[in-house]
């Protein structure tokens, strides 16, 4: 089989490090190039190749993209974050190989928490209720104010008392209910089917998912409310739906990331392989795995990349200087 060669965007996060990881295990062919905002971090060890590139929202983001697709070869970009998702979908044509991301309009929708909550109203898909702060007259029993378009469970303030403080352009106040929390990762075909899901249990520790358990008591719910996302939006690929399951076990969504999500080094070892997925469709043109989940538990460890003999970060750019994790 030919070798072929994919961008991982984002890989100083564990989303991006994860998808480089999952690459190398599904045993294809496939050269890995990195790139990030910042020059290292520790995922430069696991790249055959990385570029420092500007944040998605500058207006140079996509022609570096573009660049780097050239000089490289690259066949596939798969994103990691979600503006990078977002910019490009919207300059999709002009980045000169396949992108691993939703169509524009879903991206979009997605990229922004009250437009989601906007979305499902209009499509009837369950959603926690959610007004704009200026609109908010203490009609939730329990609330929380987050930046509409944050990530990482950065910026919530819970049952705040002052709402003066928060502008509609950048927060919004969401119902809060309590119970487990999961978080649902499903993929869907290019021919817009669900192909698959599987819903974990989590404890989360600085926004990530630091321990987790497969659960398949809400499969059912969980199933019909992905049916209705995927027909009301042009989702395509890996998508992450993050709920509440009440003691009533009633599913409440409160986000969704329209991307390959944090726990997908986790997951493959479940039976849910959305990145191989993601490359047999996009790469190579062909049918995705059938998903076979089973039990399981996990929790996430710190480990060191160990740099023998070197005195500086300044070229450590990629796996070709020696290193070992320790």
Known sequence: METKTVLVTGIGGNVGQGIVRNIRA??????????????????????????????????????????????EGIDLVIPSTDYEVYYLALHRAGIGCPVAASEVEAAGIYLDKFKT????????????????????????AECIAKPKAGRGSRGLHFNPTDFTRFSDDEYMV???????????????????????????????????TNSCKVVTDYDE???????????????????????????????????VNCRISGTNSIRSNFGFADVKYTVQEFLYGQAPDVPHIRPGVAVRILLDVIYPDQTSFDQLSDNSTPHFIF
């Open 221 to 255: 719910s969980v199933r019909q409310i992905l049916e209705q996302m995927i027909a009301a939006s042009p989702i395509v690929g890996a998508a992450n739906l993050q709920s509440i399951a009440t003691k009533e076990g009633r599913i409440v969504p409160f986000e």
């Open 174 to 208: 969401q119902e809060l209910h309590r119970g487990e929390e999961i978080t649902t990762a499903f993929y869907v075909t290019c021919e817009r089917k669900l192909h698959g899901f599987i819903t974990l249990g989590r404890t989360l520790e600085n926004g990530t």
């Open 26 to 71: 599904t045993g294809f062919p496939i050269r890995v190039v990195g790139c990030n905002i910042t020059p290292f971090s520790a995922g430069n060890y696991l790249v055959d190749a990385f570029h420092t590139v500007p944040y998605a929202f500058d207006a140079d983001y996509t022609a570096q993209i573009a660049a780097i697709v050239a000089k």
């Open 117 to 140: 909550f906007q979305h499902h109203q209009r499509h009837g898909i369950a959603f926690a209720d959610a007004v704009l702060p200026s609109q908010y007259q203490g009609q939730y």
